[in-house]
């Protein structure tokens, strides 16, 4: 096989509509009912984490940078009612960095300049959990003033798979790292590294150059991009439930001899579990040829 010499920047991945010039239609089909007119592109394959890692990540984090902690400046964690002088609770984020914890009620700001977890400052005197980020303090009998806020600035990481700073895994159980997709015509069947099976189906498929499922002639030319929405539902290992939807992505490649390809293959979308997780699917496959003819749909 000879190296592709030319392939064009993907669209953008997620779950974003796709607007493509020229390309307005609605396809049909259920992961029951099959169809040739599909035939032409094909996104089978094994799909594995994009950069490596964990193929569906925790939707909910907010990964930093690795190696780079994530900053809260004045969180707002209680409020005083001009009686009460011991407060506690839980911050929003968390495990927070060791020693950049520092909680602000009224004229009382506490730190923890040992990094031992017990927080001083102004005559008053607290703890913080830093795994937890449970945190309490006693304002030594001092009533912090109705309506007065305590806030709380620090640090914390978000510790995933693929080390500090990186989301997680986004599913209840065993961690999905891998998908081997097959496609025969709109079918869809999917199998993780687990071995579980999802089935689903292609909805509609497009591509800059115009043409779709329903084309007339089913002809997409050298650099174009393809966008194929599908849906998938199965059990995952844990025993839960799920339903997936988003897109496969591809651009029309051709080598020196005319042979075409369907390179630059993403899997982007949505993992929700039913009473479970819910998490992004970022997976990238190696280039797979395809036939390029003019074929006519039924």
């Given at each position: ?18 607007i ?35 193929l ?21 964690i209680g409020?005083?009612?001009g ?36 927080l ?42 693929a ?18 997709v ?17 089935k ?5 498929v ?12 089913t ?27 988003g ?16 390179t ?28 390029v ?6």
């Open positions: 096989m000879k190296q592709v010499r030319k392939t064009l920047p993907m669209l953008a991945g997620g779950m974003a509509v796709m493509l010039a020229g390309c307005d239609w609605s396809a049909g089909g259920g992961a029951d009912s099959w169809s040739d007119r599909y035939k032409w592109v094909d996104f089978s394959g094994v799909y594995r984490g994009i950069n490596g890692g964990v569906i990540t925790d939707y909910t984090a907010t990964p930093g940078t690795p190696g780079v902690t994530n900053s809260v400046s004045g969180e707002h409020t005083g009612d009686s009460a002088t011991t407060f506690s609770g839980v911050l929003d984020h968390h495990p927070v960095v060791v020693g950049t914890i520092s909680i602000t009620a009224g004229a009382f700001t506490l730190t923890d300049p040992d990094g031992d977890g017990v001083s400052g102004g005559g008053a005197s607290g703890t913080i959990d830093y795994g937890t980020g449970a945190w309490s303090i006693d304002l030594g009998g001092v009533p912090l003033g109705s309506g007065e806020p305590i806030e709380a600035s620090y640090q914390y990481s978000v510790s995933g798979s080390g500090s700073g990186a989301p997680g895994p986004g599913t209840s159980g065993a961690t999905i790292y891998s998908f081997v097959h496609q025969a015509g709109n079918t869809l069947e999917i199998t993780d590294n687990n071995g579980a099976t999802y689903g189906s292609l909805g509609d497009s591509t800059t150059g115009g043409v779709n499922q329903d084309s007339a002639v002809t997409p030319a050298e650099g174009d991009q393809v966008v194929a929405q599908f849906t998938a539902e199965g059990i995952s290992a844990a025993g839960l439930k799920v339903t997936m939807a897109t496969f992505q591809g651009v029309v490649a051709k080598d020196e001899d005319d042979n075409y390809y369907l630059n293959r993403k899997m982007f979308g949505t993992w929700i579990e039913d009473g479970g997780r819910t998490g992004d699917i970022n997976g990238e496959a190696s280039p797979i040829p395809i036939t003819t003019e074929t006519s749909s039924p």
